[in-house]
């Protein structure tokens, strides 16, 4: 039985939408081409569409979200693109326009800063509704830098009156001791990560004033031993590595006003050989908790290098062989 065909055509308002649509030297065209059959012609008003009629119905469905984004101001880049295109096979590219719309925060330099995947979406209001959020995935979903923005957002907004971030810095192990400098300067290269994400939202002058007055506190792990922490934004960041009495000993630290969010990724665990993990076991301790928020990332919410995405599936598929 042969395949039905389809034709169609959708109208450009200048060849500006074209250069939009299809990227610096058509990248995101051949992005496109590369995972269809069918043909995609370009003239100055106009894409025309010619293959397969589940393929064009397809197309168009992409070109017309993507459209619909250009349109209203958006700037597309290439993991923009790659993302439309694998909801737009589901039929699901519509969900993109929602998305694009909310701004959660500006950087201190004025760039807005949105939700890139349906994930991060579920994420930042789960984070909203829920006083304890673990946001679990691999590297690049956005988990560490959505939580820093909504902790000082709820900072400005008055909703917290200080920040509390920590990682454990367990790959230096015991030979923290051995390392030159004080105890500051031992950790920092623990919590780099952190620092970034806030020199990113407020600017280096403002973070460290922050930092002066004790609106932010950058503390490794055992700093929060023995504390109650009330009207703060906690954010424990690589909790894989967490051991299950430390994990405990955060969750125990919530007060009153305050907010948790417990980020980590389980396939990423540098604990030494035969010690549990604090986030796996917390998975299974306290999924049944209804005012707890567990949000899964999966390898299409990275909005790193389109490389990294690749590289996560490939060490998904060789860990599932060996097993």
Do not use: C, W
Not at 46 to 56: D, F, K, L, S
Not at 176 to 182: I, M, R, S, V
Not at 204 to 233: C, H, N, S, W
């Amino acid at each position: 039985m042969t395949e039905q065909t389809r034709s169609i055509k959708i109208p450009l308002h200048n060849a500006g939408e074209g250069l939009a649509l299809f990227g610096p030297q058509d990248t995101y065209l051949k992005m496109i081409e590369r995972q269809f059959k069918a043909r995609i012609d370009s003239r100055e008003e106009e894409i025309a569409v010619h293959g397969p009629q589940q393929e064009t119905d397809q197309l168009e469905h992409l070109f017309d979200v993507l459209l619909q984004l250009v349109r209203n101001g958006y700037n597309l880049t290439e993991r923009d693109v790659q993302y439309a295109l694998e909801l737009a096979k589901d039929f699901r590219a519509d969900q993109l326009l929602d998305l694009f719309k909310g701004e959660i925060a500006l950087t201190f330099r004025g760039k807005p800063i949105r939700p890139k995947t349906i994930g991060q979406k579920h994420y930042v209001t789960t984070i909203k509704k829920k006083d304890i959020v673990f946001g679990i995935g691999p590297a690049g979903t956005g988990k560490t830098y959505l939580a820093v923005v909504l902790a000082v957002t709820a900072l400005k907004e008055g909703l917290v009156k200080r920040i509390v971030l920590s990682r454990p810095a367990v790959e230096a192990g015991e030979s923290l001791g051995f390392l030159p400098g004080d105890l500051q300067e031992k950790v920092d290269p623990y919590l780099r990560p952190l620092y970034d994400a806030l020199y990113d939202i407020m600017g280096t002058d403002q973070v460290a004033k922050a930092l002066e007055r004790g609106l932010i506190e950058i503390a490794p792990l055992a700093y929060m031993r023995g504390r109650t922490l009330e009207d703060a934004f906690i954010i424990l960041d690589e909790a894989q590595n967490t051991t299950p009495e430390q994990m405990k000993m955060v969750l125990t630290r919530l007060g009153f006003g305050s907010k948790m969010v417990i980020t980590g990724d389980v396939t990423q665990i540098d604990l030494p050989r035969g010690k549990k993990s604090g986030l796996v076991e917390a998975r299974l301790i306290l999924n049944g908790i209804s005012d707890i928020g567990f949000v899964t990332f999966a390898e299409e919410d990275v909005v790193r290098h389109s490389l990294v995405q690749k590289i996560i599936v490939a060490y998904e598929k060789a860990a599932e062989s060996i097993e």
